[in-house]
Nanobody, 117 residues
Framework: QVQLVESGGGLVQPGGSLTLSCAASGIIFSDNLMGWYRQRPGNEREFVADIAEGDSTKYADPVKGRFTISRDRSKSTVYLQMNSLKPEDTAVYYC???????????RGQGTQVTVSS
């Protein structure tokens, strides 16, 4: 059974940094596109970043240059380093695994990030 568990969220001041982690179990990294999404208050869920098997990355325009996605295959963990955080980054952040073989997605339970002074 696929399971994604996010951690690392919290309260941070504007301009601060946080690193989110997503521990994956029950999946094969090479078969999955790993990504982060977020849902800001009153908004639809939106794409943040993803990382493919060859470690190619993609970012949403609002986070380019501030966020970095990476992964540690030995730990089956994906990270999202968030720098220069802004109040508009406040959201619940979700880890997502898209299985190329079955074209299905699994999402974690989410972790709250609040950027406020």
């Amino acid at each position: 059974q696929v399971q994604l568990v996010e951690s690392g969220g919290g309260l941070v001041q504007p301009g601060g940094s946080l690193t989110l982690s997503c521990a994956a179990s029950g999946i094969i990294f090479s078969d999955n596109l790993m990504g982060w999404y977020r849902q800001r208050p009153g908004n639809e869920r939106e794409f943040v970043a993803d990382i493919a098997e060859g470690d190619s990355t993609k970012y949403a325009d609002p986070v380019k240059g501030r966020f970095t996605i990476s992964r540690d295959r030995s730990k089956s963990t994906v990270y999202l380093q968030m720098n220069s955080l802004k109040p508009e980054d406040t959201a619940v952040y979700y880890c997502n695994a898209h299985d190329f073989r079955t074209a299905t997605d699994v999402r974690g339970q989410g972790t709250q990030v609040t950027v406020s002074s």
